[in-house]
């Protein structure tokens, strides 16, 4: 199970109305037991939650992306570099693999880097 911590239902019900429909009250719908204690108290603990797993999340949210007009997802591109300007003083392109190995480079005002650890960035550093 996938804890959704407040913030991140709260970020996911802004960017995708509706996300938000059968959550769990934690402390009175789920039951924690931990070997060598008693069962936790059941007793509403005032917020709510979601069980899923994160593949049935990440699943939703990719979804609700998907069906977004101005939204393009290109699977199985890995990008292998972010380009700034000579002076260095703006990114303006990404590098990337597509699935079939070819190397393409794409231009952008804005680029973000949601690849985790951040090694793009921190090699474009
Ligand atoms: C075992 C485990 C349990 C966890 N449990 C919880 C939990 O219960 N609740 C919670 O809130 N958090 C949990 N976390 C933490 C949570 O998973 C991370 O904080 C979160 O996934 C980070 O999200 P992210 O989008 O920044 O990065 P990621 O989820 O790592 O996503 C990065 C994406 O970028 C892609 N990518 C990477 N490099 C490239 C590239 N060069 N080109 C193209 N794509 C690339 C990857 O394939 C990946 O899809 C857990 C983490 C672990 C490891």
Do not use: K
Not at 38 to 45: G, K, N
Request: with cysteine.
């Amino acid at each position: 199970m996938h804890g959704l911590l407040f913030s991140g239902q709260r970020a996911l019900n802004e960017l995708f109305p509706g996300f938000e429909q059968e959550p769990l009250r934690a402390g009175l719908d789920v039951r924690v037991e931990r070997p060598g204690y008693d069962p936790f108290p059941h007793r509403d603990l005032g917020w709510s939650g979601y069980a899923a797993s994160r593949p049935a999340i990440e699943h939703a949210v990719r979804r609700r992306v998907e069906s977004r007009a101005n939204t393009t997802l290109r699977q199985r591109c890995r990008v292998t570099e972010v380009l700034a300007t000579p002076n260095g003083g703006a990114v303006t392109r990404v590098r990337c693999e597509n699935g079939h190995g070819v190397s393409e480079t794409i231009t952008a005002d804005l680029v973000v880097d949601a690849s985790g650890r951040g090694a793009l960035t921190i090699a474009l550093l």
